[in-house]
Every structure is written in structure tokens, then in C-alpha cells.
């Protein structure tokens, strides 16, 4: 894009924040019949274009289940939709808040009130649920929203381009489609909140940009979440759950478990069970329909050399489940494989993955496995497989994570009542739950004075009164 083209560009982006601020400033916030009219639209031209948007998505990837996009992306979008068109008169209640005792006579209080126009950028590894999840929240706290979704997913964006055209205003809701420098020029925009959705090297510059116009965040991004499996645990239910969170949509997803601490007396039987566990879930292996592809040639690349870089460390690539020769045809599409012992120094053990590849190291205490966690910034999500004993909440009090799911793996996600956000390098800010709710609502705190008003006795000219009252407070 020439600069030109794309200063123009801005400029309309520009236009349509201002179109969308003043609509906000003239129509006042919504009530809540008005925010429900707009989840309601919002749910019904969900499950209207429901079938368009898992063969767009399919079509993005190379190929992804039309069950896996149902399961991943719609259902918890109608979750959320309703999670928040249940709940949002609760929300907007006011709340009340303590008076000291010389203010008794008065009322203190917070309202929620909408913050304006709300920015969303969403990434490509699941178009459909990190773009309608947001803007639903932004729209059940009263504001107007303008949509960035992923070039890399160019049909599907272009689909939910058509859909919210189709069922909402522009002055409502809008969506910017573009590349990698509209999504700077988007992040630069001064909207009132801005929700990100992606890398922590692209938050990172995403933060910087939004700083111009001192733009309130929230930042959703990944990291190297762990599963720790507690020594004797490697079974069957923990392997189904394991390989359900790490290859579902082929691994492509923030909460993934990235790698695997079992302990040195498990190794064995874990490679064992994890090859049995894959075998279950894709029996056609990397040709199973259920079997996700890697979303282009680059981030295939990408993996690749992840794994080439671990071999040439010394680290032993074990290839597992089904390989049939059918799998060559499919474009993209990566295998399973685990890595066991990767060094701490190698790109596999730096990176976050974003892949079908789980590197598996040992330990053997619960304290060198919380140390080697401790060792890496702050995951989105940290698993941990085995009793609710002492080694659980040891590992719980002395780790800082996102969330943390025990005995299973991405369902705190699917957790509606649950706050979803990292923290450090992973993200800042949640969208799920009333945490969400509030982010998206400026919390206005309201001081009405009662007709007796103690404090006016504590005001020039000073004299014993104002002694006495000093004393009773600061005895």
C-alpha cells in the first residue's frame, strides 16, 4: 500500500470513530432494553450465517471440522451472548458504597456507565469467537464498536464484514478490513477502550501506539503455558484431556498447553498413552477430517523449524499416532510430535508454539517443577493433572498465571462467570464475566451530601472543633 492510499485510509477509519462518537454523544447511553435489542441481533445473525462462517473458516485454514468451529467458536459466542443478556441488569445496577462516619449523612455510590467507542482487534486462530466475544461485551456495557478482524483469515473476516454490515448501523458497529498497516494505523485511532487479541511482541507495539492517545486496554495475548502432570497420574483421563487442549484446531490456540513437566519416573508410559490418546481422538492421523491444518505455509514453516532447531540441540523428536500416506495431500497439515528433553535454549522452549508439538520435560519434586515455571514470564493458562493435595496448592500459591485449570485443559475458557486475561507478558485485563463488563464501563463514584453536613464544621477558620475532630481520627 502506498502512503498515499494509506493515509487515506486512516483518514476513513478516522471518520468512522468520529461518525460513531457523536452518534454516542447525541443518543446517550442505552438502556438495557437497547443493549439487549443488540446481543439479540448480534446472536441471531450468529446462528443465521452460522453455516457460512465454518466453511469460511475452513476454507482460511486449509481445513478445520465444521463440529471443531461449532464447538470452539459459535458455541461459546451464543454462551456469552446470553451469559451477558441474563446477567445485565445486575451489571448495570448501581452499586453502593461505605460513607465514613462524619459523611453518614450523605450517599456514596458507583454507576457503570459506557466508555464510548470500542476498538477490537482479533486475531486468525479463531476469527469468529475472539471478534464476537468482545464486541458482544462492549455492546452489553452501552458502547459503539469498531472491528479489526485478521488478514490472515481474509474469508471469514470478509464474511463477518457482511454479517455485522447486515445487522447492525455503521454508527454501531463497524468493521475495518486491511493488512498489517491497517491494524497499525487502527491501534493508533483514540478510541475510548482497546481490545487486542494476538502475540505478545505485537501487543507490545499495539500498547505503544494506543499510549499516543493514552487509550485504556485490554490485552489478550499467550505465552508458554504449562501442564504439570503430578507424579502417577499419567492415565487415560489425563491423556484425553491433554491432547483435547494441545491439538484441538491443530494447536493453534492461546491456552494451549505449550509444554508438558511430567514426572522422571512417567516418561514411558507418558509417550505411551499420549501416542494412545492421539490415536483415539484423529484414527485417520494427520488425514482425519476432525484434524485441523496450520493456517498457511509461513507459520508451517515456522514449526517445522522448531522441530529441526530441537533435533540439532539433541532433543528426540517422537513422531505420534497414525501416519498414513493420504495425510501428503492435505496443504499445510503437521503431525503430532512430541520432543522430549528439548534444551531450556532452544527456539521450542523460547517460543510460544502454536502447533501440534508438545516438548515433554522431567522433574522431580513439585518444587523443581514450580522453579522451572517460575523460571519464564507469566503464562496465559497453567494445567496441573492430579489430587487437590498439598503439592496442588503449593504449586497454586507459589505460581502466577492467567487462569489455571485443574484436571482439565481450555475449559476455564468456556467459564463464562470467570475473568479470561493473563497477566505480564501474557495480557492485561480481562473480557469474560463482570470483569469484562466493567472494562468496557467508566465506574463513575457519585458522593451525594445529606442535609446534615459534619464536614462544613471543619472548615476556616480552625479552632478547638476542628482539634477535637482531628484528635478522633488520627488518635
Given at each position: 500500500m502506498t502512503d498515499f492510499a494509506q493515509a487515506d485510509e486512516t483518514a476513513d477509519m478516522a471518520a468512522l470513530l468520529e461518525r460513531q462518537r457523536r452518534a454516542f454523544l447525541t443518543e446517550g447511553a442505552p438502556d438495557a432494553a437497547q443493549r439487549r435489542d443488540r446481543l439479540s441481533r448480534l446472536r441471531a445473525a450468529t446462528l443465521a450465517w452460522r453455516r457460512d462462517l465454518a466453511r469460511a473458516v475452513?476454507?482460511?485454514?486449509?481445513?478445520?471440522?465444521?463440529?471443531?468451529?461449532?464447538?470452539?467458536?459459535?458455541?461459546?459466542?451464543?454462551?456469552?451472548?446470553?451469559?451477558?443478556h441474563r446477567n445485565l441488569r445486575r451489571f448495570m445496577r448501581p452499586e453502593r458504597r461505605h460513607v465514613a462516619l462524619v459523611h453518614r449523612s450523605g450517599r456514596a455510590w458507583i454507576e457503570y456507565q459506557p466508555k464510548g467507542v470500542v476498538g477490537v482487534m482479533a486475531p486468525w486462530n479463531y476469527p469468529v469467537s475472539l471478534t464476537l466475544v468482545p464486541l458482544a461485551t462492549a455492546l452489553a456495557a452501552g458502547n459503539r464498536a469498531m472491528l479489526k478482524p485478521s488478514e490472515l483469515t481474509p474469508r471469514t473476516s470478509a464474511l463477518i464484514a457482511g454479517m455485522i454490515a447486515n445487522t447492525f448501523a455503521p454508527d454501531e458497529v463497524a468493521v475495518v478490513r486491511g493488512g498489517p498497516e491497517t491494524g497499525a494505523a487502527f491501534s493508533r485511532l483514540p478510541f475510548d477502550h482497546l481490545l487486542f487479541t494476538g502475540s505478545t511482541a505485537v501487543g507490545r507495539k499495539v500498547m505503544q501506539a494506543a499510549g499516543e492517545n493514552l487509550v485504556p486496554l485490554t490485552l489478550e495475548l499467550g505465552g508458554k503455558s504449562p501442564a504439570i502432570i503430578a507424579r502417577g497420574h499419567v492415565s487415560r483421563r489425563t491423556m484425553d484431556s491433554l491432547v483435547f487442549g494441545k491439538l484441538a484446531n491443530g494447536g493453534q490456540t492461546c491456552v494451549a498447553p505449550d509444554y508438558a513437566l511430567v514426572h522422571e519416573d512417567d516418561l514411558d508410559r507418558f509417550v505411551a498413552e499420549y501416542g494412545a490418546a492421539v490415536a483415539r481422538f484423529y484414527p485417520d492421523g494427520p488425514a482425519s477430517p476432525d484434524y485441523t491444518s496450520i493456517i498457511g505455509a509461513a507459520h508451517h514453516a515456522r514449526l517445522t523449524g522448531l522441530l529441526a532447531d530441537a533435533r540439532a540441540r539433541g532433543a528426540q523428536v517422537v513422531e505420534v499416532g497414525p501416519r498414513p500416506e493420504t495425510a501428503a495431500a492435505r496443504p499445510h497439515t503437521l503431525a503430532p510430535a512430541l520432543?522430549?528433553?528439548?534444551?531450556?535454549?532452544?527456539?521450542?522452549?523460547?517460543?510460544?508454539?502454536?502447533?501440534?508439538?508438545?516438548?515433554v520435560q522431567t522433574y522431580a519434586t513439585i518444587d523443581a517443577a514450580i522453579a522451572r515455571v517460575n523460571a519464564r514470564p507469566r503464562p496465559?493458562?497453567?494445567?496441573?493433572?492430579?489430587?487437590?493435595?498439598?503439592?496442588?496448592?503449593?504449586?497454586?500459591?507459589?505460581?502466577?498465571?492467567?487462569?489455571?485449570?485443574?484436571?482439565?485443559?481450555l475449559m476455564h475458557v468456556a467459564q463464562d462467570d470467570l475473568p479470561f486475561g493473563g497477566i505480564g507478558p501474557s495480557g492485561m485485563g480481562a473480557y469474560h464475566g463482570i470483569e469484562g463488563f466493567r472494562a468496557m464501563s467508566h465506574a463513575k463514584g457519585i458522593f451525594a451530601q445529606g442535609r446534615w453536613n459534619l464536614p462544613r464544621l471543619l472548615r476556616a477558620p480552625f479552632g478547638r472543633l476542628a482539634d477535637l475532630a482531628v484528635r478522633a481520627v488520627l488518635r
Open positions: 475452513s476454507a482460511d485454514f486449509g481445513h478445520r471440522s465444521r463440529h471443531e468451529t461449532d464447538i470452539l467458536e459459535l458455541v461459546p459466542v451464543i454462551q456469552a451472548i446470553d451469559y451477558l520432543v522430549l528433553g528439548p534444551p531450556e535454549d532452544c527456539a521450542l522452549m523460547r517460543e510460544e508454539i502454536f502447533g501440534p508439538i508438545l516438548p496465559l493458562a497453567l494445567y496441573y493433572f492430579g489430587d487437590r493435595d498439598a503439592d496442588c496448592e503449593r504449586l497454586l500459591q507459589r505460581t502466577t498465571s492467567g487462569n489455571v485449570g485443574i484436571n482439565n485443559t
